[in-house]
């Protein structure tokens, strides 16, 4: 299984951007569906997910900022981002795990917030 992750751009402060996830078999037999963010010098984090019932839980940081959804259909996981924030900026990745239960993620996308 791929992951391919795209939607990442250069945006100012309070503006909005939405990151998909395309995966390259049917996400609907995935338990969950997540995105993480890096910054140089730091560990990957948590933003959100979004499991195989819909339901879905993000980091204190971005709540009520952005929403994941996802598209069973098109096999695609989105990550709707509103009112960035410098703290935003950061290369974020797709990840879920297979029925099988390995690590699977995707290649990253960069999001750039400037002021």
């Known amino acids: 299984v791929q992951l391919q992750a795209s939607g990442g751009g250069l945006v100012q402060v309070g503006e909005s951007l939405r990151l998909s996830c395309a995966a390259s078999?049917?996400?609907?037999?995935?338990?969950?569906m997540a995105w993480y963010r890096q910054t140089p010098g730091n560990q990957r984090e948590w933003v959100a997910h979004?499991?195989?019932?819909?339901?879905?839980y993000y980091a204190d940081p971005v709540k009520g900022r952005l929403q994941i959804f996802r598209d069973n259909a098109k096999n695609t996981v989105y990550l709707q981002m509103n009112r960035l924030n410098l703290g935003d900026t950061a290369v974020y990745y797709c990840h879920t795990r297979s029925p099988s239960n390995l690590p699977l993620w995707g290649q990253g996308t960069q999001v750039t917030v400037s002021s």
């Open positions: 078999e049917s996400i609907s037999t995935f338990d969950f």
């Open positions: 979004i499991k195989s019932d819909y339901s879905t």
